[in-house]
């Protein structure tokens, strides 16, 4: 027995002496496009002697989402690009680098967690990857996937709160053309391969279903987060539903997923000793510049997903809780009022109405009126869309999500 199997087990007898219960909530794909890092850099504000107060912007870019991401024992969401120091912006249209900085901004809005398995993480080269990593360790959140070597892409993430043990295995099936490089000490990816688009380095769904199989004998929950799928695509292919159904009667509690950048359903289907367990095929976006251009774009549509676990005295962990928040993109263009940031729906929602009621007590219709009711619109029509993309019958949650914030809605506070 390895190491890490003996340590994981010893942490899971040592937890079995009475009930535990954890909370997590999963966002959907953190895309830093030029527009958005601009748009950070015009917010951001610093201290007389130079101190960043707000991450370099950041804080604005990721602040609205800090009430749901600390209201969670755990947040968790998809680092969709490098982070290194290089200054220049992409070398070309859709490859990605992050500055430092966004971490600090994700870190400050209480994520804890920041996957990093997907077709963008050769962009900066196999040194972006050694970057990320380093970067990531040193602004204090955990990640799961891309690593230094094989060994550490390979090696799932593991959390233990309130007694409870959950393990994060992140991996992709696309890489952009990219291939692992041959030697088992050299920066590498865990993908797992489509079988029309093979890629060198990577492992076959067979291996992956055992990988989960001997890490969740193991611990009490364990998580899959995966980067799947066609983009701009609403309803998951017969292979990703196939490997779905794979992944839970292998022992994953949830599969979480990226990669289409619009919603894709979330559902809740009976593991094969009869508890509930989740699968939401794509989060969408939690921040990006996708569909800048159009107010009621359905790539500005994303979804923060918040889970309760329960581990009962004897036994696996349970799903007792999910909740689901909807999130937008708030994208305004003009030269003077760009804006790119992540806002909570119904957070928006109360604001709009709560101003069109102070407009509705003047006399006469203004051009404020008109573009609130406007705006209102889109933002209803956002929330059916996104409501049509949840199972009406998730665990201990009424079919509609609550608001504000994640306390509301049944979270447990976890700082």
């Known amino acids: 027995m390895s190491a890490f199997s003996t340590g994981l087990l010893l942490v899971t007898l040592a937890a079995a002496k009475g009930e535990g219960r954890v909370t997590l909530v999963f966002g959907g794909d953190v895309i830093p496009h030029e527009p958005v890092k601009q748009v950070a850099q015009r917010h951001a504000r610093y201290a007389v002697d130079g101190t960043p107060l707000n991450q370099d912007g950041w804080g604005h870019v990721f602040g609205s989402l800090t009430p749901v991401f600390r209201a969670y024992d755990v947040a968790v969401v998809n680092l969709e690009t490098p982070v290194t120091t290089r200054t220049q912006r992409e070398v070309k249209e859709m490859v990605f680098n992050a500055p430092p900085s966004l971490l600090r901004g994700l870190k400050a809005a209480g994520v804890d967690v920041a996957t990093f398995a997907n077709n963008h993480c050769f962009d900066m080269q196999p040194e972006g990857i050694v970057s990320t990593r380093e970067l990531l360790a040193e602004v204090g959140l955990d990640t799961a996937g891309a690593g230094r070597t094989e060994a550490e892409a390979w090696r799932p993430l593991v959390i233990e709160r309130n007694g409870v043990t959950v393990a994060l295995v992140a991996v992709s099936r696309w890489l952009n053309g990219f291939h692992n490089a041959p030697g088992p000490l050299e920066p590498h990816v865990p993908v797992v391969p489509y079988r029309e688009q093979p890629i060198r380095g990577g492992r076959s769904v067979e291996a992956l279903l055992a990988h989960v199989r001997e890490v969740s004998a193991r611990v009490d929950a364990l998580i899959v987060f995966i980067h799947w799928g066609s983009e701009y695509v609403h309803v998951p292919g017969p292979v990703d539903r196939e490997l779905a159904q794979g992944l839970l009667e292998a022992g994953a509690l949830a599969v979480i997923g990226h990669h ?16 509930v367990g989740l699968v939401a095929y794509s989060l969408g976006n939690l921040v990006s510049n996708q569909d800048f251009g159009d107010p009621d774009g359905v790539k500005r ?19 007792t809780r999910v909740t689901p928040i909807a999130i937008g993109t708030e994208n305004r263009i003009g030269r003077a009022r760009r804006n790119v940031q992540a806002v909570l729906l119904e957070d928006e929602l109360a604001a709009v109405r709560e101003r069109l009621e102070v407009l509705d007590a003047r006399a006469g219709a203004s051009a404020e009126h008109r573009a609130l009711a406007a705006r209102l619109a889109t933002l209803q029509q956002r929330r059916q869309r996104i409501d049509a993309m949840v199972s009406a019958h998730l665990p201990g949650s009424p079919s509609r999500a609550p608001s504000p914030g994640a306390r509301g809605s049944g979270a447990t506070p976890g700082r």
């Open 301 to 319: 549509d994303g979804l923060l997903l918040g889970v309760e676990l329960l581990r009962p005295a004897t036994g696996r962990a349970v799903i």
């Open 260 to 275: 289409p950048h619009v919603l894709q359903p979330v559902t809740v289907p009976r593991l094969p000793d009869g508890r």
